[in-house]
């Protein structure tokens, strides 16, 4: 089980950038996988972007949804038990409420898929308008 808070959300003009932060407590959150999704007003829950666990041995690489791609990053940072998804070149669709989530099973391959992931923070809203 672990605890996670997302940071960092934000009212940004179209083309800004934003970081938002996942931050973990509980549990050492380079055991988990670890994905950002969104959800915009009358919309499904969107699977963006996930890396995969990191403790020693990697299933994978990053992966990013095609509404992403080559704008949005994702990144760990261990020794602070955080994972970021820095978001570059944003657009008002990009507005959504974020949130971060932890897959336990580490021995697989990020996905997008929500239901593969036990553990959920509260989000943090990002808008993006002018």
């Known amino acids: 089980q672990v605890q996670l808070v997302e940071s960092g959300g934000d009212l940004v003009q179209p083309g800004g950038s934003l970081r938002l932060s996942c931050a973990a407590s509980?549990?050492?959150?380079?055991?988990?996988?670890v994905g950002w999704f969104r959800q915009a007003p009358g919309k499904e829950r969107e699977g963006i972007a996930c890396?995969?666990?990191?403790?020693?041995?990697?299933?994978?690489?990053?992966r990013y949804a095609d509404s992403v791609k080559g704008r949005f990053t994702i990144s760990r940072d261990d020794a602070k038990n955080t994972v970021y998804l820095q978001m570059n070149s944003l657009r008002p669709e990009d507005t959504a409420l974020y949130y971060c989530?932890?897959?336990?099973?580490?021995?697989?391959?990020?996905?997008?898929?929500?239901?593969?992931?036990?553990?959920w923070g509260q989000g943090t809203q990002v808008t993006v308008s002018s």
């Open positions: 989530a932890a897959d336990a099973d580490r021995t697989s391959y990020c996905s997008h898929y929500g239901p593969n992931y036990e553990n």
């Open positions: 509980g549990s050492n959150l380079k055991n988990f996988i």
């Open positions: 890396i995969p666990a990191n403790y020693g041995v990697t299933y994978g690489i990053t």
